[in-house]
T-cell receptor, first 121, second 113 residues
Framework: EVQLVESGGGLVQPGGSLRLSCAASGFTFSGHLMDWVRQDPGRGLVWVARINTDGSTTIYADSVKGRFTISRDNAKNTLYLQMNSLRAEDTAVYYC????FGSGRRDFDYWGQGTLVTVSS | DIVMTQSPDSLAVSLGERATINCKSSQSVLSSSNNKNYLAWYQQKPGQPPTLLIYWASTRQSGVPDRISGSGSGTDFTLTISSLEAEDVAVYYCQQYSTTPFTFGPGTKVDIK
C-alpha cells in the first residue's frame, strides 16, 4: 500500500525556519518525481516545489523561490522541504504528493495527509 | 503561468441528478507531441487530502466509479457526475500539468440539494 506521511509542521514566528519531512512507503520511492503542494486555510491548492528522481533537478513556485528548498534521501525513502524566512502567507497545510511514473503523466496519484504550518507571532 | 478557472463556485444537486463542473485554462494544455490533454481532476472531502479522479482529461483513475467522467480538450474541460450520490459531496479541483508551475483551479463545492 502506498503511504506518504508528512511531519514537521507547527507554529513558527515570522522569519523563522521549519523543515518538513515526508516518509514514503509501499512503492519504489527513487522511481518517482515528488512534489509539495500547499493549501491555504479556506482556500485552494497551490503547487510549491518539485524534485526529480535523483534530486538533481528542482523547480519552485515564484512565491517560495530562494526561501524554500526541496530535497530527498532515496536511501531513507524521505522527501524534505526546508522552509526559511517564513511569512504569514506561508501558513497552510503542506502536502507531499507523488507524480505518476510513466506515459508522460505528471498528475499526483497519491497524496499524504498533510502537515499544518502556522506562521504567527 | 497557466491560470485555471472553474465554474460554478458551488452547486447543489439532488441525489440521483447530474452535476456538471466546468474548468477553463488560460492557454491550451493539449500536447501536439502526443495529442493528450495535460489536465487532471481531484476530489477533496472535508478533512482529507485530494484524491485523483481523472487524468489526461478523460481517463478515470483506478477505482473511480463510472458515474464520474471527464471530457474536453484544449482549454475547456468538464467533470460530470451522472447520478449524484451522498459520497460525492466534496470540493472538486482541476489541475494542469502541462507546464510548471503546475496550477489548480479554485475549486467547485458540490452539495446535496
Amino acid at each position: 500500500e502506498v503511504q506518504l506521511v508528512e511531519s514537521g509542521g507547527g507554529l513558527v514566528q515570522p522569519g523563522g525556519s521549519l523543515r518538513l519531512s515526508c516518509a514514503a512507503s509501499g512503492f519504489t520511492f527513487s522511481g518517482h518525481l515528488m512534489d509539495w503542494v500547499r493549501q491555504d486555510p479556506g482556500r485552494g491548492l497551490v503547487w510549491v516545489a518539485r524534485i526529480n528522481t535523483d534530486g538533481s533537478t528542482t523547480i519552485y513556485a515564484d512565491s517560495v523561490k530562494g526561501r524554500f528548498t526541496i530535497s530527498r534521501d532515496n536511501a531513507k525513502n524521505t522527501l524534505y522541504l526546508q522552509m526559511n524566512s517564513l511569512r504569514a502567507e506561508d501558513t497552510a497545510v503542506y502536502y507531499c504528493a507523488r507524480e505518476f511514473f510513466g506515459s508522460g503523466r505528471r498528475d499526483f496519484d497519491y497524496w499524504g495527509q498533510g502537515t499544518l504550518v502556522t506562521v504567527s507571532s | 503561468d497557466i491560470v485555471m478557472t472553474q465554474s460554478p463556485d458551488s452547486l447543489a444537486v439532488s441525489l440521483g441528478e447530474r452535476a456538471t463542473i466546468n474548468c477553463k485554462s488560460s492557454q491550451s494544455v493539449l500536447s501536439s507531441s502526443n495529442n493528450k490533454n495535460y489536465l487532471a481532476w481531484y476530489q477533496q472531502k472535508p478533512g482529507q487530502p485530494p484524491t485523483l479522479l481523472i487524468y489526461w482529461a478523460s481517463t478515470r483513475q483506478s477505482g473511480v466509479p463510472d458515474r464520474i467522467s471527464g471530457s474536453g480538450s484544449g482549454t475547456d474541460f468538464t467533470l460530470t457526475i451522472s447520478s449524484l450520490e451522498a459520497e460525492d459531496v466534496a470540493v472538486y479541483y482541476c489541475q494542469q500539468y502541462s507546464t510548471t508551475p503546475f496550477t489548480f483551479g479554485p475549486g467547485t463545492k458540490v452539495d446535496i440539494k
